[in-house]
């Protein structure tokens, strides 16, 4: 099934979206920022986890702007993501008063969850392996 004209735009804004917050975060994961260090070293995965997260949103990013691999995009960034929430709830906290945090990284992640779900909703069809069966 092709993409109408307006699936296919409101795609493309969330992808923007998504890619666009996972790059701005990948100058604090990158550059040993105090957030970073801070949430991974609660994690106990510091540097490798901040460094290898970095890596993995860096490549989910830009295959969410290459149209022949949005899915895989969308899928890493879902991916990616649910582990980072799954983290605020179970062990750092949705707000980091540590790191001046009132919420905000995890609104950002929230926002990154619900565009990178909605972009496969939208590419159902286009997911490699189940989408044939969405037709």
């Not at 990158?30 to 949103?57: D, H, K, N």
């Not at 960034?77 to 929430?85: F, N, Q, R």
Request: charged residues 10%; proline residues 4%; contains cysteine.
């Amino acid at each position: 099934m092709e993409l109408t004209k307006n699936q296919a735009i409101l795609s493309w804004i969330l992808q923007v979206i998504t890619a666009v917050i996972l790059l701005q975060t990948l100058f604090f994961k990158f550059t040993g920022a105090q957030e970073s260090v801070y949430i991974f070293t609660t994690l106990g995965i510091e540097p490798w986890g901040r460094i290898g997260s970095g890596v993995v949103e860096l490549i989910a990013a830009v295959l969410l702007l290459i149209p022949s691999t949005v899915t895989f995009g969308a899928i890493l960034a879902l991916g990616t993501i649910t582990v980072a929430i799954l983290s605020h709830l179970t062990k750092l906290g949705i707000a980091l008063p540590a790191v001046n945090d009132r919420g905000e990284l995890f609104a950002l992640a929230v926002v990154v969850f619900v565009c990178s779900l909605v972009v496969l909703i939208i590419r159902r069809q286009q997911i490699p392996i189940i989408g044939p069966s969405f037709a």
